[in-house]
């Protein structure tokens, strides 16, 4: 790196390690939008165009281009952390830093699955502060796992633009519902008391419990309107399918096509169902691909009644149980609020191609 004197801006000149490392973090997904941000202001500056180009480029303030300019310039890969203090003398050199980050994203230490902060302090010789703030600001968390599934569906495409056609552009004169159910909820009791919420200390609850049967509601959510049609069933065969399918038959208006987005579960396919859709050609049923349930809507609302409802509820019996499900039910559509789908099908082909492509170029590099 070097600089130029006079009234010009710093010239950024990039080594091919600094170059790398800067490219990565445009690229990782993940990384902090202010890093890779402030890593694609370096990179334009270093083809050598001014900060006021830089700044139209990506639509930011031209003084804040010459900032991060003038940090990478004065600190290096450094100065572009939160971390940065002015004048602050520098401790850990840009080849430190990259080796933590090289280190954290492509080894494992001898002992573990992933590094620690102890385990890193170790194997780089830097102070556990420094190991802290490098990942903080770099967006890296090696005690965190994710977990993920991808759909093998081959009509994987077809049905996610489908589906997400639906959600952006419903056809005029129907209704569109997401149907789903939740089964084996279980009514679960305390084997002592809930003691409550106080100034200071968190509702406490014992961590044994005591099963006092299950119940499986279906639910189907109108995308237009948010309102949800819902009922409890003992068992969740074909025939309290078709039961639930009639429920939302009689509630429906006269004159309207029904779309039903539902999954590819076996009770939604029986041949009584489909000869009872059959009969009803006003009725168009559209199956998610398999390993996809995020892209039904009812789903997220599932997880608010899990969340709100079921979680902590202590119900001493199915009857108990049901009762709350069904007064969540009347409580929300007091109120519905439908769901705001935002992503195009197009969007979201291009986001699972990405991933893949990544998750191959990874797994291709380890096994190299």
Known sequence: MCTMAGRQA??????????????????????PRSLSDRCRMVLLCAEGLQSKEVAQRLGVHEHTVGKWRRRFVQDGIEGLTDEYRAGRPRTVSDVQVAQVIERTLNAAPKDATH?????????????????????????????????????????????????VGLYMSPPTRAVVLCVDEKSQIQALDREQPVLPMAPGVPERRTH???????????AALDIATGAVIGKCYKRHRATEFLNFLKR?????????????????????????????????PHWHAHFTPTSA?????????????????????????????EADIIAFIAAHNENPKP????????EILASVKRFCQKTMSRTSDSGD
Do not use: C
């Open 208 to 218: 044994t419990y005591v099963r006092n049967g299950t119940t499986s509601l279906f």
């Open 10 to 31: 710093d010239l950024v000149v990039l080594s091919g390690e600094e170059r790398t490392f800067l490219e990565a973090q445009v690229r990782r997904h993940k990384a």
């Open 115 to 163: 590094w620690s902060i102890r385990s890193m302090a170790a194997e780089s010789g830097l102070s556990h502060t420094t190991i802290r703030r490098i990942w903080s600001a770099f967006g890296l968390q090696p005690h965190r796992s994710e977990t993920f599934k991808l759909s093998t569906d081959p009509l994987f495409v077809d049905k996610v633009q489908d589906i």
């Open 248 to 280: 939302i038959d009689a509630a429906m208006p006269e004159g309207p096509d029904v779309h039903l987005v539902m999954d590819n579960y076996a009770t939604h396919k029986t041949p009584k169902i489909k000869a009872w859709l059959a009969r009803r």
């Open 293 to 321: 349930s995020w892209i039904n809507q009812v789903e997220r609302w599932l997880a608010e009644l899990t969340r709100k409802q079921l979680q902590r509820g202590v119900h001493r019996s199915t009857a108990e149980l």
């Open 339 to 346: 769901y705001k789908w935002v992503k195009s099908a197009d």
